[in-house]
């Protein structure tokens, strides 16, 4: 499975819209709706796409045409649920919820190191948008 995974592309355009983790030119960049609009206008260097859809940092947000799509496994909404956007004309956030107990266990019943403190960190807990910010913010 990872191996299928990392043979993803790092970008992929589509309708006009780019697709891509943290930024069109790197997978770590933070991008937050409080960046800068230098860090947004250099995010968007050389990008003629009508949309840039992101999610590094699980945070649902739009600013001109950047977007952040939110997280479906670990948001920072202070809401435990699927953040998530449609995008055709526009960007429509979307949110979804789902059953956490079930989660909680398949996460549990896994062979991941770190599922318990993800179950108790995430989905028993709805990490907040203020702190996450805060977080990324300290990070540049």
């Known amino acids: 499975m990872i191996e299928w995974a990392r043979a993803w592309p790092a970008t992929l355009a589509l309708d006009g819209v ?3 983790h943290a930024t069109p030119q790197d997978d770590t960049t933070l991008v937050v709706e409080t960046s800068s609009d230098e860090r947004f206008a250099d995010a968007l260097d050389g990008v003629d796409a009508r949309f840039v859809v992101g999610g590094h940092t699980h945070m649902q947000f739009r600013r001109e045409r950047w977007v952040n799509a939110g997280s ?5 909404e202070g809401d435990v649920a699927a953040f ?3 995008v055709d004309d526009d960007a429509e956030f979307r949110k979804t919820a789902f059953d956490v107990e079930r989660a909680a266990a ?8 770190n599922a318990e403190e ?3 960190e995430n989905l028993f807990a709805a990490p907040s948008r203020s702190k996450a910010l805060a977080w990324f913010e300290s990070r540049g």
Do not use: K, N
């Open 18 to 20: 780019l697709y891509c």
């Open 72 to 76: 479906v496994g670990m948001p920072y």
């Open 84 to 86: 998530w956007v449609i």
């Open 106 to 113: 398949d996460v549990r019943a896994s062979d991941w190191p």
């Open 118 to 120: 993800f179950v108790t």
